[in-house]
């Protein structure tokens, strides 16, 4: 029939591409797997120097400081209790992961957000595309991933951070955009220039939105982690995906329970930043 | 009255800013035929916010425009430092052309020569009061501990140097206004511009505020652009007054001269509830030495700068029930208690005549 003859003219044409693309960006590709896994080994060995009680123990103190006694000792009991379900390894790699496509995201969705919040034409243009990376199933960033870089945690790295992106370029652009007309009349009043104006009032004014957008997509990088177990990035993703494979229920339960308390000890702590000027300590000069 | 024009701070001369997409178009039609306001609206939809404005500010001088919400008077403001650009017409501030400045000029006019403070305050929330009123000497680079110096000395003047290190939102509104005046008057620019800073406050702390900031602006000898909607604050910061109203300024002159000869009814409406107690002087009321029947010389004297409330204690205390007027041994007339309560109506002596 016509049409399966259609489809699977459709099919060799995406394959001859994907051999087209891949043939000819491969130095680039490895280029990028090169980056992607350099910087995800460098922030792995950090966390990997340290023995388990340290980290816990830094990670409970910033939380005592940040939060409050209880929850610094939450903190410390939840990364302690990561090392008792013998998962510590996995979870410093969803750490790791985590934090390398969270560290993307902000500093690459953070540029695009200052200039879409500067341009409403930009803001135009980026905003159907983020809505449309938010629509679709995160699920499908692994396949152009996957078929670039192969079997590994850049693919995990490159799929979460296009899932983390989003809220980072939105809520940064909403707070660029949004500086009150008053404090803009203020600064050409004064006699700042344009670079004066976004650094001593545009970026502080916005810096409570930009942060919430650091926490959301912190939080899209931890769900997205855990999906992408499927190839191969290491952590505890994997280590569910395959005890899922062996029915090893226990384990994989030993190992939701790893991510959901790892999940609540960063939310929080990227909450705080969040919060509005008013709310945080007094600056002292 | 012929004045040194360099001590001319501000001149505009016929200036109109138009809003509008058609605003070209408008403007030709003003530049060829003098279209006015509503064939400006009729013919291009476009709106005039200030239309022929001609006024001159001299050094020291505090200069009140008054009008009601969409007269213009917050549109003109901004047409004397640029955050607005003029349609037609020319301003010049110590005799420079300002449509003609680069950016960077631009940049040192307002950072230097022209402070200006907001209704709405604009105190940033995170830095404390002190690096609020060392903001204009951060953007031009002061260094650090030396603009710390200059906004504490600033902070002082206000009379807010115990707050120096608060946050804004510690303050009560009044204070908040006074760090927008200490940071303005930290540059040290010769010239103010004040949009209706008080309008937000209760009337007490208002009034405290206007007479403090008569007085810090005379005694740092800083001119004054101030936009108010209330012409009692008006009368009583401003050495002159403009009058706005739908984009023009319809009179423009000292307190007495508005409140005795307004201009047009619409003004004449404004002055209508003005107590003239302080407002009017005695050499507008009174009357010639002729004019008075018994003998001039037994009457008790003041001077003609005295105001109708002075007066009244004077005529009251006097068995005559007038008061002689004299500049030094001059006599200049006669006040009475007839002309005094003709006074308080708002008459002076010409239209007494008449």
């Known amino acids: ?285 | 009255m012929t004045q040194d024009p360099s001590e001319i701070l501000i001149d505009c001369r016929d200036v109109w800013k138009v809003f509008g997409e058609r605003a070209e178009d408008a403007i030709a039609a003003i530049r060829t035929h003098g279209a006015g306001k509503r064939e400006v609206l009729r013919d291009f939809n476009c709106v005039v916010g200030v239309a022929e404005a001609s006024f001159q500010i001299r050094k020291g001088e505090i200069f009140c425009i008054m009008g009601l919400s969409g007269s213009g008077k917050s549109t003109l403001v901004r047409l004397l430092n640029r955050l607005i650009e003029p349609s037609l017409g020319e301003i010049s501030i110590r005799g420079r052309n300002i449509s003609q400045m680069n950016r960077k000029d631009l940049r040192a006019l307002r950072a230097h020569e022209i402070g200006m403070v907001f209704q709405s305050v604009a105190l940033i929330p995170g830095r404390t009061v002190l690096d609020n009123a060392a903001f204009g000497l951060e953007v031009q680079g002061v260094a650090r501990a030396e603009r710390h110096r200059i906004a504490l000395d600033a902070l002082a003047r206000v009379g807010l140097s115990d707050w120096a290190n608060h946050l804004p939102k510690h303050l009560s509104g009044g204070m908040q206004q006074r760090v927008g005046l200490a940071r303005a008057i930290a540059s040290d620019p010769g010239i103010i511009l004040m949009d209706e800073p008080f309008s937000a406050l209760d009337p007490l702390i208002r009034r405290q505020l206007q007479d403090e900031f008569r007085q810090l602006t005379k005694s740092l000898g800083k001119s004054a652009v101030f936009i108010t909607h209330d012409l009692d604050e008006a009368i009583r910061i401003g050495d002159r007054i403009a009058i706005m109203k739908d984009g023009m300024m319809i009179q423009i002159g000292t307190a007495e001269e508005i409140v005795l000869h307004p201009a047009d009814a619409y003004v004449a409406e404004f002055v209508a509830g003005i107590s003239r107690l302080h407002l009017v002087k005695a050499h507008s009321l009174m009357l010639p030495p002729g004019a008075y029947a018994g003998p001039v010389e037994k009457l008790a004297r003041t001077a003609p700068e005295a105001d109708v409330q002075a007066l009244i204690d004077l005529v009251l205390a006097a068995p005559e029930q007038a008061v002689a007027i004299a500049e030094g041994e001059t006599l200049l007339g006669v006040v009475t208690a007839r002309t005094l309560l003709q006074g308080i109506r708002g008459e002076d002596a010409d239209q007494k005549a008449q």
């Open chain 1, 1 to 285: 029939m016509a049409w399966r003859d259609g489809i699977k003219a459709f099919d060799a044409a995406i394959d001859a591409g994907m051999v087209w693309i891949s043939s000819h960006g491969n130095e680039a590709f490895a280029l990028l797997r090169g980056l992607l896994e350099g910087g995800f080994g460098a922030i792995l060995w950090l966390l990997a120097e340290l023995p388990f009680w340290a980290l816990a123990g830094m990670v409970g103190a910033l939380g005592w400081r940040l939060l409050g006694a209880r929850f610094g000792a939450f903190a410390t009991a939840s990364l302690a209790l990561c090392a008792a379900l013998g998962l510590w390894t996995e979870t410093i790699e969803t750490l790791a992961l985590v934090l390398s496509a969270t560290t993307m995201a902000v500093l690459i969705g953070g540029g695009i957000g200052v200039f879409a919040g500067l341009s409403p034409r930009l803001a135009q243009v980026l905003d159907p595309v983020l809505d449309l990376i938010q629509t679709l199933p995160p699920y499908l960033y692994l396949l152009p991933a996957i078929a670039f870089l192969g079997y590994g945690p850049a693919t995990a790295i490159l799929a979460t951070f296009i899932v983390a992106v989003p809220p980072t370029v939105k809520l940064t652009a909403l707070g660029i955009s949004r500086t009150p007309v008053e404090f803009l009349e203020l600064g050409a009043a004064s006699g700042a220039s344009g670079w004066q104006v976004f650094a001593k009032i545009r970026l502080p004014f916005a810096l409570a939105s930009i942060m919430a957008g650091v926490n959301q997509s912190l939080m899209m990088a931890f769900g997205m982690v855990v999906i992408a177990g499927i190839v191969g990035s290491g952590g505890l993703g994997q280590t569910i995906y395959a005890s899922v494979r062996t029915l090893d229920i226990a384990r994989s339960v030993d190992a939701a329970i790893a991510i959901v308390v790892l999940t609540i000890v960063l939310d929080r702590l990227s909450q705080t930043a969040a919060r509005p000027q008013g709310q945080q300590k007094e600056i002292r000069t």
